[in-house]
């Protein structure tokens, strides 16, 4: 595929804001149109495809959708930087595919996604309805061996304890826990100034605990509460920026290492900048969840063999990006700003 001059990316880029607008204004036809106008000039990009992916669904075209959101996941396939675009696109392909009784392209999609993040509820759930849908593979014929013994077949990886939902307004951040029937002396929750935590002691003894920190922006946790309900739990946050939207619930792995990154650099603005220090205080700092262990390990193994340029581009393009890209061609990132690429299936609105 060609790569699209400054001009055209400029062109594009413009097309697709406009397209954000009109989305945002709920006029998705002309919103459709646009996002069409800029992948007819840049079809390089993952986002213009994902959003558009978005708009077919508000539109109904659940086909067009499905096919959009399949190409955003070819174009990400590559790119360590954005495994979570390349999941989330997995796992929408999968869920339209399987709406529109496309069985064996929802099972590609989700076993994928599956590799990626085998304890992801909704994958696991789609997965098991499809299976059994698939079109058998004909097995080749071989050869008659004596039997073997079976090998141990270790069980397959346990799903979450509990699903959860969020959403907001312009005062709280809303989070639903739902786990049912918790007796009101049995659940604990801790408020802290970016982060809360929820333990549950279960009817069977065990204990059922969730963390959310940190959070994407800080809280008040004197004026934040919960309510115990027959279904849910439900985790009222009180903002400290009121009005502030939120882009999503915690912050990810790459939005905290540049965030340390972005502190570091300031600090040391008069004095030269150390990236290998940045580097350091940010893998002290951050503790990664399991799934995101890979892409940090990438990370530090790129980092720790580059030179001074590549360098300097890694870091440049995760602080200006907000964490959604990382590059390591500085002639390229030292042009201009990187800009942000928000997950699949979200937006990054100007305020």
Known sequence: MAKPSADSTKTANARYIEADEAYFDDDFEKAEALYTQAIAVDSTVAAYFSK??????????????????????TLTEAKSSMLRQHFKA???????????????????????????????????????????????????????????????????????????????NDEFVILEVFI????????????????????????????????????MHPIVPKESTYEIMSTKIEIRMKKASVGLKWDCLEQSEA???????????????????SWDTIAANAEKETKLKPGE?????????????????????????????NGTALSTDWKTVSKGPVETTPPVDTYAKRY
Not at 52 to 73: E, I, P, Q, V, Y
Not at 134 to 156: C, F, G, I, L, W
Not at 196 to 211: I, P, W, Y
């Open 180 to 215: 049912k029937r918790v007796q009101k002396d049995a659940a604990t929750i801790e408020f802290s100034d970016q982060g809360v935590s929820l333990s549950v002691k279960m009817a069977t003894g065990s204990d059922n605990n969730h963390e959310f920190d940190p959070l």
């Open 293 to 321: 262990q890979s892409v940090n390990q990438l990370f530090q193994s790129i980092y720790k063999d580059a030179d001074e340029e590549t360098r300097r581009a890694m870091m440049k393009s995760y602080i200006e990006s």
């Open 52 to 73: 558009r992916s978005l708009t077919h669904l508000k539109l109904g075209n659940k086909a067009d959708a499905a096919a959009d959101a399949l190409t955003a996941a």
């Open 90 to 168: 997995l796992v929408i392909h999968g869920r339209l595919a399987t709406e529109l009784g496309n069985y064996d392209e929802a099972a590609e999609s989700l076993r994928k996604a599956f590799i990626i993040n085998p304890s992801h509820e909704e994958v696991c759930a789609l997965l098991e309805k499809v299976e059994p849908l698939t079109t058998p593979k004909p097995e080749p014929e071989s050869e008659p061996v004596a039997p073997q013994a079976k090998e141990a077949v270790a069980p397959p990886p346990a799903r979450p304890t509990a699903r959860h939902e969020w959403y907001q």
């Open 255 to 273: 939005q905290r290492l540049a965030k340390a990154a972005g502190k570091a650099s300031l600090s040391s603005s008069r004095q030269g900048v």
